[in-house]
Each structure stands twice: as structure tokens, then as C-alpha cells.
């Protein structure tokens, strides 16, 4: 996904252009491209991936010189990453002494069944009605993704990270960006968790 907002954190957060970036589980490589035409030079990478523009490698297995990226960006793919704490240390030793870490993740442990009911109430408002209950999809993600805290305490022995910042999230997940409105709104009566988490690290 690229939508504007995360363009927008991410080019917010990284150091100014021309500089190495790598994007990890960089999906399509749609942020690549756009972080590219904004004068990056990006190694995107994703062992799933079957764009020209990505290397199909883990981050783990990534054969690159210690510290030669300046900044890494990983949206909603660190909860997908194995070995976690192995591919955390290798992320480490890739991005330079004082090189930035941009993060977009999905809170699993926030995902509950009144987000997951929230969610396929929009799904069914879309004429897409999904044949799972909320507890069926509670249980099946939190069964498969890495917790937010499994994701921190991975990275903290190589990054400085700042807090986590709550936020929307769900819209993302096969809904679009107009409804993104609708989640802050729900977020924000206290209807919704927020399921989105952004954090900001530094290399130590
Ligand atoms: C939810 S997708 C997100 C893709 C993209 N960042 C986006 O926002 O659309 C998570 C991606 O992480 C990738 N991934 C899984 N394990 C990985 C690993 N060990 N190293 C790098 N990427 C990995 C998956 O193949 C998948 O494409």
C-alpha cells in the first residue's frame, strides 16, 4: 500500500533525499517506487513479492555491506518476519550507527472482537459480506502475527525507538482510503480500538 498519509510518515520521518533506503517486505514495491521518484535509493525487498522492482529475498538471508543503508522503512511487515529476533539483529547491523528505522504495523493484541466486528460491518456495507465470525478472525491473526511488544523487545537491542503512536489501521485491510475517516471517527467515540502503531527508532 501507498496511500498519501503513509508517503507522508514516511517521508516525514526518513532523512532528506539522495540517500539508502531499504524496505522490508516492500509487498507490490509500490512505496519503493514512490520513495524512488523522490530521490531515494531504495533496496526493496520481500521473499513473497513477484515485482521487477523487489528482491525477492528475507531479510534475514539479505547479503548487503553492514551499515549501508541509512534509513529502513517496514509497513506491516515486521509481523510477518521470521526468525523475528534474528532478522531484527540482521536489520541492526544493515542500517548505520545513527540511521533512522520508519515502522507502520498492525497491533494484533489490539485486534479484539469489537475491532473484528467493526470490520466486517464495513465488509458487509461494501457488499462483501466474509464468511468468518469476529472470533474466528481474532483467533486466526492472533495466531499467525507477531505481537507489537514481540516486535519491539526484538528491535530495542539495536534501536533507540520511540513510543508507539496508536492509530487507525483497519481501513488498510481490504476497505480503502475512504475509510479511513470513518475508523479515526470510530476511534475517536471510543467505538474502535486502534489497531495501527507507528514508531520512529534510531540505531544505537
Ligand atoms: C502484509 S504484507 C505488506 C506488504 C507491503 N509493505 C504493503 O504495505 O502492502 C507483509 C509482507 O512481508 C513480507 N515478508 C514476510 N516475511 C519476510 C521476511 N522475512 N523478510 C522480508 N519480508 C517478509 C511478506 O512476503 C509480505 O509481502
Same mark, same amino acid.
Given at each position: 500500500?501507498?496511500?498519501p498519509?503513509?508517503?507522508?510518515f514516511?517521508?516525514?520521518n526518513?532523512?532528506e533525499?539522495?540517500?539508502r533506503?531499504?524496505?522490508?517486505?516492500a509487498?507490490?514495491?509500490?512505496?519503493?517506487?514512490?520513495?524512488r521518484?523522490?530521490?531515494?535509493?531504495?533496496?526493496?525487498?520481500?521473499p513473497?513479492?513477484?515485482?521487477?522492482?523487489?528482491?525477492?529475498?528475507?531479510?534475514?538471508? &539479505?547479503? !548487503?555491506p553492514?551499515?549501508?543503508? +541509512?534509513a529502513?522503512v517496514?509497513?506491516?511487515?515486521?509481523? $510477518?518476519?521470521? *526468525? @523475528? #529476533?534474528?532478522?531484527?539483529?540482521?536489520l541492526?547491523?544493515?542500517?548505520?550507527?545513527?540511521?533512522?528505522?520508519v515502522?507502520?504495523?498492525?497491533?494484533?493484541?489490539?485486534?479484539?472482537?469489537?475491532?473484528?466486528?467493526?470490520?466486517l460491518?464495513q465488509r458487509?456495507? &461494501?457488499? !462483501?459480506?466474509?464468511?468468518k465470525? +469476529?472470533?474466528?478472525?481474532?483467533?486466526?491473526?492472533?495466531? $499467525?502475527?507477531? *505481537? @507489537? #511488544?514481540?516486535?519491539l523487545?526484538?528491535?530495542?537491542?539495536?534501536?533507540?525507538?520511540?513510543?508507539?503512536v496508536?492509530?487507525?489501521?483497519?481501513?488498510y485491510?481490504k476497505?480503502?482510503d475512504?475509510?479511513?475517516?470513518?475508523?479515526?471517527?470510530?476511534i475517536?467515540r471510543?467505538?474502535?480500538?486502534?489497531?495501527?502503531?507507528?514508531?520512529?527508532?534510531?540505531?544505537?
Amino acid at each position: 500500500m501507498a496511500s498519501p498519509d503513509l508517503r507522508a510518515f514516511a517521508r516525514a520521518n526518513l532523512p532528506e533525499p539522495p540517500v539508502r533506503v531499504l524496505e522490508i517486505g516492500a509487498g507490490s514495491g509500490r512505496l519503493a517506487r514512490a520513495l524512488r521518484t523522490a530521490g531515494y535509493d531504495v533496496l526493496a525487498i520481500d521473499p513473497g513479492s513477484d515485482s521487477d522492482d523487489v528482491r525477492p529475498v528475507a531479510l534475514v538471508d &539479505l547479503d !548487503e555491506p553492514n551499515g549501508s543503508f +541509512a534509513a529502513a522503512v517496514a509497513i506491516v511487515s515486521l509481523h $510477518h518476519v521470521d *526468525p @523475528l #529476533e534474528e532478522s531484527c539483529r540482521r536489520l541492526g547491523e544493515l542500517v548505520e550507527p545513527g540511521g533512522t528505522l520508519v515502522i507502520d504495523e498492525f497491533d494484533v493484541g489490539a485486534f479484539d472482537t469489537t475491532a473484528a466486528a467493526w470490520w466486517l460491518e464495513q465488509r458487509r456495507a &461494501l457488499g !462483501e459480506p466474509q464468511p468468518k465470525s +469476529a472470533e474466528e478472525l481474532v483467533h486466526e491473526h492472533r495466531d $499467525h502475527l507477531h *505481537p @507489537l #511488544e514481540r516486535i519491539l523487545a526484538a528491535l530495542e537491542p539495536h534501536f533507540e525507538l520511540g513510543p508507539p503512536v496508536r492509530g487507525p489501521w483497519l481501513h488498510y485491510w481490504k476497505l480503502g482510503d475512504a475509510f479511513r475517516a470513518v475508523e479515526e471517527e470510530a476511534i475517536a467515540r471510543g467505538d474502535v480500538p486502534a489497531t495501527g502503531a507507528r514508531v520512529v527508532g534510531r540505531r544505537s
